[in-house]
C-alpha cells in the first residue's frame, strides 16, 4: 500500500537557522537504518544530544547529492572523531548534528540523521537494516544489511554515471575537498565519549 505523494523531505537544525530539503528521489532511493556502533553514540555525545544508549541512533542512508542547504549553510561545519574518521557534519549555530559522509566525495554515501527532519518521516519507510547490534556476549552483528548494501551500490552507481556526486553541500565540486575545514577532536576528547 503506497503512502501519500510528497516532494521530498524537510529538515532543520534544532534552532532553525539552517534548513534544507531532502529531494524526493532521496527519499524513495534511500535505506532507513538503525545503527548502534560506539562512533554514531560517541558523535550524538560530542554534540550533546541525549545518549542513544542501549538504544540506536537513527540514520536515513542516502546520497548526498540528493540533499540540499536551502538556507543558513554559513553554519555547516564538520568534525572528526580521529583523523582517518567518517566526516561528521553538523550546524554551528546550535550544534545540531546533520549527517555523516566519508572524507572524499567520490564515495557518493551520506548517513542522514533522522530527528533533524521536520517533515512526515513516515516516507522513509521502515527501519530495514540494523548495524552494530549488541549481543549478550559482547560481540556485535549486522541484521539484513543486504538492504544497506545494495542501497549504497546503486545510489552510488547512480551518483557517480550521472556525474550528480560533485553536487552535494558537503564538498567542493571542484577540488573534491571538504566544504570546511574539520575539525579533529583530541585523543583525550575522544575518549571521554567512549564511556
Known sequence: MGGPAHSGLAFSCTCGQLKGQISD?????????????????????YFGQPDPAPGPVDIFQMAPDEIEITAGGQFLSAMKLSPNGMLRWYASCCNAPLAT???????????????????DVSALGPVTTRGFVPRPDG??????????????LRRALL????GRWKNTPFFDPETGDPAVLPNVISKDERAALYP
Open 139 to 152: 560481540k556485535q552483528k549486522h541484521e539484513k544489511v543486504r538492504f544497506a548494501a545494495f542501497g549504497l
Open 25 to 45: 528521489q532521496g527519499v524513495r532511493l534511500g535505506t532507513h537504518v538503525e545503527c548502534f556502533c560506539h562512533d554514531c553514540r560517541a558523535a550524538q555525545l
Open 159 to 162: 551518483s557517480r554515471l550521472s
Open 101 to 119: 559522509t566519508p572524507q572524499t566525495a567520490r564515495l557518493p554515501f551520506a548517513g542522514f540523521i533522522v530527528g533533524r527532519i521536520t517533515s
